[in-house]
C-alpha cells in the first residue's frame, strides 16, 4: 500500500544520504593524510611521542611472534587500514609459516557467502563457512584450510602441529577427516573449527628484515598473549555465513574478538577516544569500523574480487 511504498522511499533516501556521508568522510581522512601539511611541520621532520611509544612497544612483542602465534589489527588512535586494506582493520591474524624471504598468515575473522557442507554418517549435515584468509591465493583452485581451537586433549586426538594457548587449549591445522572424525565421536563442536580460504604474505628485505614483525614495529598489528587466544577465536566461531540478515552480528563479533585480544581495557579506550576526521563530529575510529564494514558488503556480501 500507500504507507508501505512511502517508509520503502524513506528507508532507501536515509541508506543513500548515509553513502554519500561515508564517502565524504573518507574524501577528506584521504586528503588530510596526503594533501594537507601543517604549517609548522613543512621545514622539519617530526616525530609523535606516540610514535616513538609504539615502536618501544612493538620491539617487545617481536620476540613472541613464531608460527602459530595470533594477532590483531593495531589499536592506534588512526587505524593504518582506513584508507587500503580495509580487511585488516581490526584483524585476526594466525601467522601460519616464517621463511626467509615472507611471513605467511591467514586473516579469520571474515565469513564470505560460500560454506563446505560436511556430511556425518548419522545423515546430519554441518555447514561451515569458508572464511576469506587474505588475497593471496584465493581462487576455486587453493586448498581449503581447517583449524581446530580448543581443549589440548581433542587436539592430541587430531595429531599434527600445535600452538599453546593456556594451559589446556591449542589451536591447530587439521584435515577434513579429522573434523568429520571428531564431529561423529563427539569430541568437539562444530564451532570449534575454522575454514579458510586465501591467506596473506609479508615479504622480507635484506638479513630477514620486514615480514609480520616489520608490520608490528611499524604499528600495524600486535601481538595476542597465548592466554587470550580460544576466548578470542571463540567471538569468531559464532559467526554465520554472511547475508544480509548475518552482516551486522558477524561485524559484531569481529569487535568482540579484537577487543578481547587487548592487552589490557586501557587499550579499548584510547582508541574509543580517538580524534575526529577533518571538519567532522566523526571520530576516525568509528570511520575505520565505517570502512571495514562497507569492504565486508562490498567484497565479502556482493562477491567483488579484491585487488592491491
Not at 588475497?135 to 587430531?158: A, C
Request: charged share 25%.
Amino acid at each position: 500500500n500507500s504507507d508501505d511504498q512511502v517508509e520503502d522511499d524513506d528507508s532507501r533516501e536515509q541508506e543513500r544520504q548515509a553513502v554519500s556521508e561515508f564517502q565524504d568522510l573518507m574524501l577528506k581522512a584521504w586528503a588530510n593524510k596526503f594533501l594537507m601539511v601543517p604549517q609548522d611541520e613543512k621545514d622539519e621532520t617530526y616525530v609523535e611521542d606516540t610514535d616513538i611509544y609504539q615502536a618501544i612497544r612493538a620491539s617487545g612483542q617481536t620476540s613472541q611472534i613464531q608460527t602459530g602465534s595470533l594477532l590483531r589489527g593495531s589499536s592506534q588512535e588512526e587505524s593504518p587500514f582506513l584508507l587500503q586494506d580495509q580487511f585488516l582493520h581490526k584483524s585476526i591474524m594466525l601467522l601460519l609459516q616464517e621463511t626467509d624471504d615472507v611471513s605467511i598468515g591467514v586473516a579469520l575473522h571474515l565469513p564470505c557467502s560460500d560454506a563446505r557442507e560436511v556430511d556425518l554418517s548419522n545423515g546430519t549435515k554441518v555447514m561451515f563457512p569458508i572464511r576469506y584468509g587474505g588475497l593471496d591465493g584465493r581462487s576455486d583452485e587453493d586448498p581449503l584450510l581447517w583449524f581446530y581451537y580448543g581443549p589440548r586433549k581433542v587436539g592430541q586426538i587430531l595429531g599434527g602441529a600445535q600452538n599453546g594457548g593456556d594451559a589446556g587449549c591449542i589451536i591447530q591445522t587439521c584435515s577434513y577427516e579429522q573434523v568429520v572424525d571428531c564431529l561423529e565421536k563427539g569430541v568437539a563442536a562444530p564451532q570449534d573449527f575454522l575454514l579458510v580460504q586465501g591467506f596473506c604474505l609479508w615479504h622480507k628485505g635484506e638479513e630477514g628484515s620486514g615480514g609480520i614483525k616489520g608490520e608490528v614495529i611499524g604499528g600495524k598489528f600486535e601481538t595476542i598473549s597465548s592466554d587470550k587466544i580460544v576466548k578470542v577465536l571463540s567471538h569468531l566461531g559464532r559467526q554465520k555465513l554472511i547475508t544480509e540478515e548475518s552482516l551486522h552480528d558477524n561485524f559484531s563479533s569481529i569487535q568482540s574478538a579484537w577487543e578481547e585480544g587487548s592487552g589490557s581495557q586501557l587499550d579499548v579506550d584510547a582508541v574509543e577516544k580517538g580524534r575526529c576526521v577533518f571538519d567532522s563530529e566523526t571520530a576516525v575510529t568509528k570511520l575505520s569500523d565505517e570502512a571495514l564494514l562497507t569492504w565486508m558488503k562490498i567484497f565479502l556480501l556482493g562477491n567483488a574480487e579484491y585487488y592491491r
